[in-house]
C-alpha cells in the first residue's frame, strides 16, 4: 500500500501544472465561450500528452486533475479517457494515431436517459466537443445483447446549451456504418475508467474553488481583520477540505484498483466511490467557495463562476453523484 | 502508487492471524457491534485484562515496542497491519486505553530512569492508570486549568477539581496536570505529577455516563500530598506533555474509527433487510452515501499514512477524527430511523439486537466531544494546516 506518487509521476504533474498555466488562463476560457477556435492553441500542446489514454489509469488522472484545475477546453478528455480505450477495445488501426494526438475523437453513448449505460436508442446524447474532434465512435447495443461500435467521421451533431461552456456537449443521430462487435462487458470496463478520470479532473476543478475562495478570505477584510479569521469562515474551508481531501484519496484509490486489476465488484464499488465523493468534493467547494467570497463572487468579471460552471456540468456527466450512491446500494444489498 | 502489502508485511499479518485464532478469547467477538468506550456492567472485566497480558506477553500488545515492551519492533507499516487486523475483526487489545497508549509513552519519552520503570505495567495492563485532565472550567480551554500544586523543598501539594476521569475509579494511578506557577502565561505554569490514587485526600465520586453506565468521574484533591520526585519532566514544563501520545501509532489511529464504520454499514443492509426496507430506494441510497464516505475515508487515511511512514507531516489525522466520529453518529442514527417506531426501543425482547443502534447513538455522543471536539478540530485544520489567521 504506498499512496506516494513516483519521481516520474511528480514530474508530469509539475510539467501539466506548468504548462496549463501558461496556456489556459482565465481569458482563454472566455475567448473559447465564443469562439471553439480559441483553444486551438492549447490543444497543440495537449496533443503531446495523448499518449497517456493508452497508459496506466493513475497517470492519466495526475493530468487530468492538472486540466480541471483550470477548466481545460478542448478535446484531451473525450480522446484519452473515452475514444482511445474504445479503439483499443475494437482493435483499431487508428489507436496509433489517436495515442500520438494526430487524430482526435469522442464517444457517443449514452441515451435519452443521459446515463452511460449501453443502450439501443437512435439519438445518443452528452457528446462531448463532437463539433471539433475527427471521429465520433458510436456505441450501441446489439441485437444479440452484446454491443457494437460504429466509426464516423465529422458527422452532424446539434449542440446542447449548458451552464459549461468549456466542454459543449451534442446530439448525434444513429447513422449507418459498420459495427465492429465488442463485449459489453469491455464497454462498462472502459467506462468505469473514464468515470475515475473525469472524477480526478472535478478533484482538480473542486481545488481550484478551494484555492481561490482561501485566497480570498486571507485577502478580503471586514470588520477591521482578515474574514478567515472567522470561525464561520474557518469551519466553512475545514470542511471543503476535508471533502477535497478525501475525494482526491478516492480517486487515487479507485485508479489503483483499476491498474491492478482487482476483482471486478471491488474495482466497481471504488468507481462509484471516487466520482460521488469527487461530486461531493466539487458542489461544497462551488456552493461554499461562492459564499465566502460574497457579492463579488456573483459577478460575471470574477472568475470563479468559470470553475462553478465547470464542476456542475462535470457532477452531471458520467453519472450523477446520487446514481453513483444508487449503483453503490445496489452492490450493497447484492451480497450474500 | 500501489494498493497491495509487501510480502514481508503479509507474512507478518499471517503471524497475528495465527495467534489471533489460537489465543483471542471468545468475549473479544462480543465487543464489535458497539461503539466502543462502554463495556457494560464490569468496567475492566477479568477476561480483558488476561487478554492483555496474553498481549503483552507474546509481544503483540504494542507491537512497534521492543519485547521488554510488549511488543516485537515491528516497522510502521506492520503496525498499521496489525489495526488493520485486530479492528476489522473487532478484537479490542485492552478496555482501558489511558495506560497503555497515553501513559506509557509519556513516561518513556520525558519520564526519568524510575518513572520509566512504571511503562511495562501500565501496558500490560497491571496497574490501571488514569489522567486528570479537563476540570469544570478547562475543557477545550485545558491550559485554564485552576488544580494548583504548591512547590515545598520535597514534595508537592495538591488542591483542586478533575473532571470526567475515565477510570477513575478503577485507578492504582493518575498522571495529573496541575498548576505549580500561577504567575506566568497559562501554557507556562503547568506541570505533570504522577499521584498514587490511594494517597489520603483524594476522593473519586463516579460519574454515570449518558449512556447509564459508569465510566468516568470527578476527582477532588484536598491537601494530597505528592513526593518531588513524582514530577515528570521540569518544574512548569508540563504543556508539552500534553501532547503525548503513541506517536508511532498516531498515523495508524484512523484504522479504528473506519473499521467500527464498516462495521456499521454491514450492519445497516443486514438491519433494513430484516425490518424489511430493503427495496426502499431512499433507506439503500442514504446506507450506500455511509459506505462512500467511510470509503473515502479509509482512502486518506492510507494517503496520510503514507506521508506519515515517508516522515512528512500527516494533517490527516485532525480530519480522521472529526470526520470518522461524526459519520459514525449519523450511522447510528440511521440504524434507529431503519426502525421507524422501534428505534428508541432497548427490550431485550422486542428490539433489534438488544438496542444495539441506539445505545451505540448514545455512547458515540462522547466521540465528537472527547479527545477534542468537532469544534476544536476545525479550528486546528483551518490554523495549522490552513493557515487561516487566529480570530
Known sequence: MDFAFSSDQDLLRETARNLLARECTPSVLRGHRDDPAAAAPLWNHLRDFSALGAGPTVDLCVFAEETGYVAAPGPFFATTALFQPVLGAIGSGLADRASTGEITGTVALAGADGFWTINKDRVKTFVLDADTVDVVALVEMSDGGGASVTLLEHPSARRVETIDSSRPVFEVDVTAGERIPVDADVVDALVARATVVLAAEMVGTARRLFDMSLQYAKDRRQFGVPIGSFQAIQHKLADMSLDLERAWSAVYYAAMALDADEPTAYRQRAVHVAKAAAGEAAKRAAKDGIQIHGGIGYTWEHDLHLFIRRAYASEALLGTTGWHHDRLGDLLFAKR | ?391
Not at chain 2, 93 to 116: M, T
Not at chain 2, 263 to 291: F, T
Not at chain 2, 353 to 375: D, K, L, P, Q, Y
Not at chain 2, 379 to 389: D, S, T
Open chain 2, 1 to 391: 502508487m500501489h494498493l497491495a502489502w509487501e510480502p514481508e508485511d503479509e507474512a507478518f499479518r499471517s503471524e497475528l492471524i495465527a495467534f489471533l485464532d489460537e489465543h483471542a478469547p471468545s468475549e473479544t467477538r462480543a465487543q464489535r457491534d458497539f461503539a466502543g468506550e462502554d463495556a457494560g456492567e464490569d468496567l475492566i472485566p477479568k477476561w480483558a485484562r488476561d487478554w492483555q497480558a496474553t498481549l503483552f506477553d507474546h509481544g503483540w500488545m504494542i507491537p512497534g515496542y521492543p519485547p521488554e515492551l510488549g511488543g516485537r519492533n515491528c516497522t510502521p507499516v506492520q503496525t498499521l497491519v496489525y489495526l488493520e487486523e485486530m479492528t476489522s475483526r473487532g478484537i479490542p487489545r485492552s478496555l482501558h486505553f489511558p495506560g497503555y497508549a497515553i501513559v506509557a509513552p509519556s513516561l518513556l519519552e520525558f519520564g526519568n530512569e524510575d518513572q520509566k520503570l512504571l511503562a511495562p505495567a501500565a501496558i500490560r495492563g497491571d496497574t490501571i492508570w488514569c489522567i486528570g485532565m479537563s476540570e469544570p472550567n478547562a475543557g477545550s480551554d485545558l491550559a485554564a486549568l485552576s488544580t494548583r500544586a504548591d512547590v515545598h523543598d520535597d514534595h508537592f501539594v495538591v488542591n483542586g477539581q478533575k473532571v470526567w476521569t475515565s477510570y477513575a475509579t478503577h485507578s492504582q494511578m493518575c498522571c495529573c496536570y496541575v498548576r505549580t506557577n500561577p504567575d506566568v502565561a497559562k501554557h507556562k505554569g503547568i506541570s505533570l505529577l504522577i499521584v498514587p490514587m490511594d494517597t489520603p485526600g483524594i476522593e473519586v465520586r463516579p460519574l454515570r455516563h449518558i449512556s447509564g453506565s459508569d465510566g468516568f468521574a470527578e476527582v477532588f484533591f484536598t491537601d494530597v500530598v505528592v513526593p518531588r520526585e513524582n514530577l515528570v519532566g521540569g518544574l512548569d514544563d508540563g504543556w508539552r506533555l500534553t501532547q503525548g501520545s503513541l506517536a508511532h501509532e498516531r498515523a495508524g489511529l484512523w484504522v479504528e474509527g473506519v473499521a467500527r464504520l464498516e462495521q456499521s454499514i454491514d450492519g445497516l443492509v443486514e438491519l433494513a433487510k430484516r425490518r424489511g426496507v430493503a427495496a426502499d430506494p431512499i433507506v439503500r441510497r442514504r446506507i450506500a452515501e455511509g459506505y462512500q464516505r467511510a470509503a473515502s475515508l479509509s482512502a486518506l487515511g492510507y494517503k496520510g499514512f503514507t506521508s506519515f511512514a515517508q516522515g512528512t507531516s500527516a494533517p490527516e489525522h485532525s480530519y480522521m477524527k472529526m470526520a470518522t466520529s461524526e459519520l459514525g453518529k449519523a450511522l447510528y442514527e440511521l440504524g434507529m430511523e431503519i426502525q421507524g417506531p422501534y428505534g428508541p426501543v432497548t427490550d431485550v425482547d422486542r428490539g433489534e439486537e438488544h438496542g444495539r443502534w441506539v445505545n451505540s447513538f448514545f455512547v458515540s455522543f462522547a466521540n465528537t466531544i472527547a479527545g477534542g471536539s468537532s469544534e476544536i478540530q476545525r479550528n486546528i485544520i483551518a490554523q495549522r494546516v490552513l493557515k487561516l489567521p487566529r480570530g
